[in-house]
């Protein structure tokens, strides 16, 4: 259930792991004596479990062995029928995440007349639309990553996470623009907060922003997969240093 797609996975494999979601979405293990379960990550409960510090828990039954129950339907026995049904769940939880970008269509038509590179303009739709590869959302796909930010080690690594209200986030926009300082310092999600700067913003100081939190992802990334750390004036120096270079040669072929 744990295995990856690989470099050049087959039709079966890959239909296998389409199905995979499926199944991982409408299937909760029956805790027997425990060896198989990931506590933190795998769906055990019909809530997040919550810590109390036992040091074995009382539900654990060692002479059962753990498996894995269909929990869509009164019999526990998996159907055709109520897999379809968890595939269309899927399917509006995914079209629900997409439509509230798609609500705001005249603010889109002057996001995309930005006057910033195209993989600024990608990036930032990506970040709208909640389809960045944060941990927390990549936990939420059923990809088996610990959801907790690794740059801080604090909270789930959401998106509003990483680009906002994270610490490395914190201190490059401490040294932004005023305007950017007075708002708060979390956000309720990413979107939201990219709407509230719209209104606040000019165009220009829009922008920068999307381009600098472009570089934070960037850095995040570097930390995550290189274990390089990019000082926060460094980042906001080489994002407005590209912005500039990218808008100066834009003006000359104009
Ligand atoms: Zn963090």
């Not at 753990?66 to 269309?88: H, M, P």
């Not at 305007?179 to 913003?201: G, M, T, V, W």
């Not at 000019?202 to 939190?213: C, D, G, K, R």
């Amino acid at each position: 259930m744990d295995a990856a797609l690989g470099h050049n996975p087959s039709y079966v494999w890959w239909s296998w792991l389409a199905a995979r979601e499926i199944i991982m979405e409408g299937a909760c293990w029956k805790v027997g004596h425990g060896r198989n379960i990931e506590v933190s990550t795998h769906k055990w409960l019909s809530h997040k479990p919550v810590f109390l510090g036992e040091a074995r828990p009382k539900m654990l039954n060692n002479t059962a062995r753990d498996s894995l129950i269909w929990k869509e339907n009164g019999s526990n026995k998996f159907t055709v029928k109520s897999a379809y049904q968890v595939a269309l769940q899927i399917k509006d939880q995914a079209q629900s995440e997409h439509s509230r970008a798609r609500m705001d269509r005249p603010i889109w038509k002057k996001i995309w007349k930005l006057n910033v590179p195209p993989k600024v303009l990608m990036f930032l739709w990506r970040a709208c639309s909640n389809i960045l590869s944060t941990r927390g959302n990549l936990h939420r796909r059923k990809v088996q990553v610990e959801p907790t930010c690794g740059l801080c080690c604090q909270c789930t690594e959401t998106v509003e996470h990483v680009l906002w209200e994270c610490l490395l986030a914190r201190n490059v926009w401490a040294l932004s623009s005023g305007k950017i300082q007075k708002c708060p310092n979390e956000a309720p999600e990413f979107y939201s907060l990219f709407r509230l700067l719209f209104d606040k913003l000019t165009p220009q100081e829009l922008e920068q922003w999307a381009t600098v939190s472009w570089a934070i992802w960037n850095a995040r990334n570097k930390f995550c997969f290189e274990k390089t750390q990019r000082h926060p004036e460094q980042i906001l120096r080489e994002a407005t240093g590209f912005l500039v270079e990218y808008q100066r040669l834009n003006a000359a072929q104009e």
